[in-house]
């Protein structure tokens, strides 16, 4: 793959990238490195997992990954005790490595072993060059609840630093990083440290058509569902007649069968019109007329999506 290929696949359903010109200065490095922090969440979902798709984009460009489970985070977010904390991470590990990230150049880092005293020397450094104001503001697409504490100031502070010590060239995150990322961009450079490249993802809508999928929320497909759960969470999604926009139904369609195909096979008796092979743009466009009923494109979806994290669920009963 040439370097413009492996740009491509980078850039590709990103909703930003600040800055671009520095990615690509950054790819013509011989070593580098990208991160990406999850807090410990109860299941892996179809929104983690286009993340760990630009994670593997980025290593097959010559990154170094590191995949940061930010168990002490969750803990300052209330998510709940570090002994709960640490059984989520370790299977929240084995779903990622379940993904395909090639292992030999994926390094899982536990935030807790981390917490060294020069950690809390150089946390306390970004905090005098920190108003509470930003960091709040900085959190307010990932704090639980509505009660502001310490904790909630402390988080984004650790996350910028978190950078820095992780040795990361690239920062990736979904949107509700952005602000913790322009944080990061801001403050590190006046402490002598180099400001990160960030790659933000798209959120995914949740199958209830919320702004994002959520495990909290009960809102998403795991990587490791059933191919009957899959099904049924599929059938009750929602997806308005006609409507492609915010469809969470058409969303799978785009970011996991037609990542890798160029058609998408509709199985359909023939008394409903009988099968079609469409690409993307051919099925927004019979789908906005109406021509293709919620349910044949929900039975195709789910049909994809089952087959598509196969290789998942076997790595998870295996290992």
Do not use: W
Not at 5 to 14: G, Q, R
Not at 32 to 40: C, D, H, I, M, N
């Amino acid at each position: 793959m040439d370097m413009n290929s492996k740009l491509e696949a980078i850039t590709k359903d990103t909703a930003e990238i600040i800055e671009l010109d520095e990615l690509k200065e950054l790819m013509g490095r011989d070593k580098k490195t990208a991160y990406v922090g999850f807090e410990p969440s109860g299941k892996i979902h179809l929104g983690h997992a286009l993340t760990i798709k630009k994670m593997k984009a980025l290593q097959d460009a010559g990154f170094k990954i590191k995949i940061f489970i930010a168990n002490l985070h969750a803990f300052l977010n209330g998510k709940g005790t570090m002994e709960e904390l640490k059984e989520t991470s370790d299977y929240n590990i084995k779903c990622f490595k379940a993904l395909g990230l090639n292992e030999d150049t994926t390094e899982f880092v536990l935030g807790s072993e981390r917490l060294t005293f020069d950690y809390i020397s150089q946390v306390f450094e970004i905090a005098k060059d920190t108003t509470i104001a930003r960091a709040q503001r900085s959190m307010a697409q990932i704090s639980r609840g509505e009660t502001h504490n310490v904790a909630e100031a402390l988080y984004p502070i650790m996350q910028v630093y978190d950078i820095h010590d992780l040795n990361a060239d690239v920062a990736v995150g979904g949107m509700e990083q952005r602000k913790i990322h322009m944080l990061a961009r801001e403050v590190l450079p006046k402490v002598g440290f180099q400001a990160p490249v960030c790659i933000h993802i798209p959120l995914i809508h949740g199958t209830d058509g919320s702004d994002k999928m959520s495990s909290s929320k009960g809102n998403f497909i795991a990587i490791d569902d059933e191919p009957k759960v899959i099904k049924d969470k599929v059938n009750k999604s929602f997806c308005p007649t006609g409507v492609t926009e915010d469809n969470p139904v058409i969303e799978m369609a785009h970011y996991y069968i037609f990542d890798t195909h160029e058609k998408m096979l509709i199985e359909r008796p023939e008394k409903f019109g009988g099968n079609l092979e469409v690409s993307e743009e051919e099925l927004l466009k019979i789908y906005e007329n109406e021509e293709l009923h919620p349910m044949d494109l929900k039975n195709t979806v789910s049909k994809y999506l089952i087959e598509k994290f196969e290789p998942a669920r076997e790595y998870m009963a295996n290992n």
